[in-house]
């Protein structure tokens, strides 16, 4: 078969086909009585495997060897070749990801493109005091909502994430739902950032999404959600901030929290039910008892006082001062102003 049809018949033009041949990557088995190149079924063959390497990246070189050895085993250069076309794919999104953003910041001239780039630069500069930097000099100015939600949910210095978070507080609707939506994501680290970050949005625009978090997965994810849910006035969030203080996990926050759910809303039965319970179940165990009498002490002295007075009579000194100090302090205001005695 003459060059013309193999080209016709392969999709591989004589002009690759002549480079082939120079190369020894394909080389035609025979030539007619006028010098012609003349294709074997095999070389149609050979051709049909080298545009088969060729498109899984392999380099003409790369198929040559492999096609040149018998003992030549695939597993190692199939790695690379997947590690760079991962590469590749990533950089191929960042800069998808970056003409989005510019697009979406709506430039009205090269001076505004201009800007969003320098902006994209100071947010994922290397040094951390850099970026910190640009999103507070830049948060005047307006930050696009996909970038500064991008970045909340990606930066992993605390003191370049508080000043995101600080920033997403001030942002746009749009933004904020970019971030809340992260409470979704597979990696566990961007639905911590996430969770954190809308935890410090004002409004109950982000609550369903805090609510939600409460069954994640992760622990970490689940308490940060609580404490903002019971900071908001949720009683979804009792069960683990209860947990959170016999685990001594961020016990403090976690008492203040359904203190101020107690206090403020009309859960204070509900609370006090559960650190009852939770009483209940670890009453041999001296230190959850004393981070729970502790928490007794966030309570409206109404539903929790004769608690306290059982608890004052408790084994462990430290958990009967607690107790016995609170319900002087309830009995002492009662008694300045009988007025204040539901305190």
Known sequence: MLIGEVARRSGV????LRHYDALGLVRPTGR??????EYSTEDIRRIFHVESLRSLGLSLRQIGRALADPGFTPSDLLGDL???AEDRLERERELLDRLRTVDASAPSGWQDVLRIVELMHGLTAPS??????????????GVPAGLLAGQVL??????VAGALRWALARAGDEAVAIVASGVYAEDVEVRRRAV?????VPGDGVTPALVDALDDADPTVRRYAAVAVGARGGAAAVPILVAMVVEGTNDVEAAETLGTLAWESHDADLVMTALVDALEAHATDVEVRRRLTQALVEMPGTVARDVLLRSADDDDRVVALIAST??????????RDPGDAVL
């Open 196 to 200: 954190l970050a809308v935890a410090e």
């Open 82 to 84: 997947i590690r760079w």
């Open 13 to 16: 033009s004589t002009r690759m």
């Open 128 to 141: 951390a005091g850099s970026r910190q930097r640009s999103v507070l000099t830049s948060a005047e100015e």
């Open 326 to 335: 609170q319900v002087a302090t309830l009995d002492d205001r009662s008694h």
């Open 32 to 37: 007619t009585t006028g010098g012609y190149r």
């Open 154 to 159: 990606a930066e992993s210095d605390p003191h």
